[in-house]
């Protein structure tokens, strides 16, 4: 009660003081209204006349004077107004207002005028009757006041004596009540202050928190008012992104700094965040440096407060710079893929090593493998992968019996610590076959030493095994072979040195007929293991040269025809086709020569052996057939093996070492050809092989046309015997005494070749030549000077095809005439760049048959390494192609000068469309679908353009 005494006394104590107080107030705001009223009219009239004095003065400064002079009239308008507004006199300033801004605007404008100079104009202006006006109105306001203030003052005089007894009896009466009541409330005010004092030193502490904070921490700190969208931000801001001036700005500062690219995405996650009555935002992007050219990776977080009603009002953040971060991140991206890239090159090297490798940990299972390791174990990769390598390839030994975990070579290797070495062993695949291996096993330790694990290789020893094997066969076979016809030798020796024979000289004839008998066959096998073994090594350089078939099948009769007159052989030429092929000549009747000479050994007396030659698609297909005992069916496919002969007493009987048919076949490979034999027991045998025809189509022939050739010599015995060996090489001879015999021939007969002499006395060969040469139609013929001068000791007046000196040597001048003739090319050459091994094996076969060199590339970058070796003359190229695609190999062939026009075949799955086959083009290009074209019309059409892009006679002449 006593506090509600206190309250109410003290009320009645503020009233009193608050009436004595608003009334001396009232009377204090009514001077000071006063007062302010004349201080206006003196600052207006000192604002008007600045301007007039200005305006009418010219005065340079006039717009600096003006603007003093307004910066001190406007601020006490402004209070002018707020005092009237505060006492509620009624007095409104609008139509006032409106007077200070139009005179203002006037005088302006008037101040502008003088400025430039116009100071009538100014004048003028100022002395409108509007201006005048204006003033008058602003001016009625001060009269206004003065009037009213005075109403006032003097209406309230009597009753502020009335007032003033009353309070002051209210006051004496009340004095004890308000002493107490003040007592109250200063009591209460103290405690107020207190409670004030805590709360703001709780509020200043924790200013002082946020402000130790903020720059104690590397993180940019921001505040964000949503109330004015000001943003404040820390000293980090300048340390950590360069900004200098940044410390309080306006939101849209901030947006303008973050990359365009993340600006909207940035914003967009802030309305949703605070759409959805979220608390928490998190968000990267890109925040541009104190350098304005530099962004920053910043990570951002911010937490929303909001008022009682849910309202945002303020977000508080950190802003963490990860450019550091982000460059390591793509530093260690870029390691990883340097990685990658350097596991990639170590698994293709891993994977095109030959030999098998596999790691193993310290248990002796498989960490890796190699494709060869998983190909010999016939197992796949995963299969491998963290089995214990003993237990699933090496657990038995080559005997049967177990192999002991603990005694593999692997595990010593891995418990020892040293590197572990097996010559001969064997591993087994997982359907109980088993090969023979030579493997070694490395340890592997870590940087400090210790033991890791171990690396395997090894290789299958089978075939070498196989080849060793065969090797001490053969020793053993021609040990055998050699001890034998030594032993005779000896024998018959030793009895005719020991004058044993002398008394009976049939017998010592005998015997020097056996040591010549068996000389022979020591010959004969020492010549054969000779001829094979380099053959074999590739020791053997084949000199090819265009040979006539029919001339190799006489020349092979010759000289197998006095062994089969001794053995009552009757040898005949069959059906011989005039063809030309490009081989050994020499090799090619050695061939010949061991097949007539099987045919004889085996034929009956009084047979025939018939000896042939015909002309096939793919070439020249030589045949010798004999009526023997023949072959039996089980024997046809080992005949071709060394020392193998069909029967065993034929070495003794027939004699032979067994390695004619296998040098036969040798040689015939050499040649890119095959051999093949066909029997019937008691009808006979007949052997066959083929040789590739040699390719006259350059010239404009078909195979097995006789080319034409005109001999020009004055000598007739030398014009006889060319006549004679050109006939033999199949060519179709004319003969001339001399240039103008020539020239009467050539409207008859039309030669592809001239062997002309230089030094005859009817036409010199000069002379003629210039008459062929200046002649279009004889022009183009290719000639070859037959002279006994050196080329070198003249010079020709025209072009020549060859030159060739006397004496003349059989080999130069045919090697020489087919050149003219465009027969001494080698085989054409295509390249094939197919993935698919089948088929590019069966396009291989399809272009053998027509004497035609393949080579293979099954991915892009092999094609690219084949194309650097090779130059085709023709390419088959897939599109769709590993590690390089069809594509990429044209744009590396339009590179390279010598393989930019190249003809090419298109022979993909794929259709390519019009601007990508403009891309493939290379030189003459098909495009060939494989799902559309037939294999036959496929290989039709690329043997067609094979033979329309050969050189013509021309270009081949000009050439050599």
Not at 482 to 489: A, E, Q, V, Y
Not at 907 to 920: H, I, M, V
Request: with cysteine; glycine share 6%; net charge negative.
């Amino acid at each position: 009660m006593a506090l509600l005494a206190a309250v109410m006394l003290t009320a009645v104590a503020a009233w009193t003081i608050t009436s004595l107080y608003h009334h001396y107030s009232d009377v204090i705001d009514l001077a000071k209204l006063s007062e302010l009223s004349a201080n206006i009219t003196h600052l207006d009239e000192t604002l008007t006349s600045s301007a007039r004095v200005a305006a009418l003065s010219n005065d340079p400064e006039w717009d600096r004077k003006y603007d003093e002079a307004a910066k001190e009239f406007a601020p006490t308008w402004e209070q002018l107004k707020r005092e009237l507004a505060r006492n509620e006199l009624g007095i409104r300033t609008g139509a006032a207002d409106q007077a200070d801004r139009e005179t203002t605007r006037m005088e302006r404008e008037a101040l502008a005028l003088a400025g430039d100079g116009n100071t009538a104009a100014a004048t003028a202006l100022l002395s409108t009757d509007r201006y005048r006006e204006m003033k008058a109105t602003f001016g009625q306001l001060t009269s206004v006041i003065n009037q009213v203030v005075r109403e006032h003052i003097e209406n309230g005089r009597e009753r502020t004596s009335r007032r003033n007894a009353i309070l002051i009896g209210t006051c004496l009466l009340l004095l004890p009540l308000f002493v107490i009541s003040w007592a109250y409330a200063l009591m209460a005010l103290h405690c107020y202050i207190e409670a004030r004092d805590r709360a703001e030193q709780s509020v200043r502490e924790s200013d002082e928190r946020f402000s130790i904070a903020s720059r104690a921490t590397n993180d940019v700190i921001w505040d964000w008012n949503l109330a004015d969208n000001t943003v404040w931000f820390n000293e980090a801001l300048q340390t950590n992104l360069g900004y200098s001036s940044w410390g309080m700005v306006n939101i849209t500062r901030w947006a303008d700094a973050i990359h365009p690219e993340d600006v909207r995405g940035v914003m967009d996650s802030i309305r949703t965040m605070v759409d959805s009555d979220g608390q928490s935002w998190a968000r990267e992007y890109r925040f541009l440096r104190g350098d304005g050219k530099n962004y920053a990776y910043i990570l951002d977080r911010g937490f929303l407060m909001r008022d009682a009603d849910g309202k945002p009002t303020r977000m508080i953040g950190a802003m963490l710079d990860l450019t550091d971060a982000k460059r390591a991140e793509a530093e260690l991206r870029e390691v990883n893929v340097q990685l990658e890239r350097l596991g990639r090159k170590n698994e293709l090297i891993l994977n095109a090593a030959a030999d098998g490798i596999v790691g193993l940990d310290l248990d002796g299972r498989a960490t890796f493998i190699n494709r060869a390791a998983a190909e010999m174990l016939r197992l796949s990769m995963n299969n491998l992968r963290g089995q214990r390598f003993h237990e699933l390839i090496h657990h038995t030994r080559e005997y049967g019996k177990a192999h002991p975990f603990e005694e593999c070579p692997n595990m010593r290797a891995l418990r020892d610590g040293e590197m572990s070495r097996v010559p001969n062993d064997i591993f087994w695949r997982r359907d109980q076959t088993s090969f023979a291996v030579e493997y070694s096993t490395t340890p592997m330790r870590n940087e400090s030493g210790q033991l890791v694990g171990a690396v395997m290789t090894f290789h299958d020893t089978t075939e070498r095994l196989e080849v060793q094997r065969m090797k001490d066969e053969f020793v053993s076979i021609v040990s055998h072979e050699l001890r034998t016809p030594l032993t005779s030798i000896r024998g018959a020796l030793g009895l005719l040195a020991g004058g044993l024979m002398a008394s009976s000289p049939v017998k010592g004839q005998r015997m020097l007929d056996i040591a010549v008998s068996n000389t022979d066959r020591l010959v004969r096998l020492i010549n054969d293991i000779l001829d094979i073994e380099r053959i074999d090594s590739g020791k053997v350089v084949l000199t090819k040269s265009i040979c006539n078939a029919a001339t190799l099948l006489r020349d092979s009769i010759d000289v197998m025809r006095p062994i089969a007159d001794k053995a009552g052989v009757l040898l005949e030429l069959g059906r011989v086709e005039s063809a030309t092929i490009n081989a050994d000549a020499d090799r090619v009747i050695q061939t010949l020569t061991n097949l007539l000479s099987n045919a004889i050994k085996f034929s009956p007396s009084g047979s025939a052996v018939t000896i042939s030659a015909i002309h096939e698609r793919d070439g020249v297909a030589f045949r010798v057939k004999d009526r023997g005992r023949g072959i039996p069916a089980d024997k046809l496919d080992s005949v071709f093996d060394r020392f193998q002969q069909v029967d065993a007493s034929d070495s003794r009987e027939k004699g032979g070492s067994g390695l004619g048919l296998t040098i036969c076949r040798s040689i015939v490979r050499e040649h890119g050809g095959e051999m093949h034999v066909e029997s019937v027991v008691g009808e006979g045998s007949e052997f066959r092989f083929s040789i590739p025809a040699a390719l006259l189509e350059a010239s404009g022939r078909k195979p097995g046309a006789a080319p034409r050739i005109v001999v020009c010599d004055d000598d007739p015995n030398l014009r006889e015997v060319l006549e004679a060996m050109l006939d033999g090489y199949g060519y179709d001879v004319r003969t001339a005494e001399g240039g103008d015999e020539l020239l009467r021939l050539l409207p008859s007969f039309t030669p592809d070749v001239i062997l002309l002499d230089i030094f005859m006395p009817a036409g010199g060969g000069w002379e003629t030549l210039s008459r062929l040469k200046n002649n279009p139609e004889t022009a183009e013929i290719p000639v070859v000077i037959l002279s006994g001068i050196k080329a070198d000791e003249m010079a020709a007046p025209f072009d020549l095809a060859g030159w060739v000196n006397k004496p003349l040597d059989e080999r130069t001048l045919i090697a020489t005439l087919e050149h003219a003739l465009g027969l001494a090319g080698r085989r054409p050459r295509i390249m094939i760049v197919e993935d698919d091994f089948d088929l590019a094996r069966v396009i291989t076969e399809s272009f053998a048959r027509h004497g035609i060199e393949t080579c293979h590339a099954a991915t892009g970058r092999e094609a690219i390494a084949l194309a650097r070796e090779v130059t085709p003359d023709l390419l088959i190229l897939d599109l769709v192609l590993p590690e390089l695609d069809g594509f990429g190999v044209v744009e590396w062939l339009r590179e390279q000068e010598k393989l930019c026009k190249v003809p090419m075949v298109v022979y993909s799955a794929t259709d390519p469309t019009t601007s990508e086959r403009q891309r493939l083009t290379l030189g003459p290009t098909q495009f060939l679908t494989k799902s559309r074209v037939p294999p036959q019309e496929f290989e039709r059409r690329v043997v067609d353009l094979l033979a329309t892009m050969t050189r013509t006679q021309k270009e081949i002449a000009h050439v050599a």
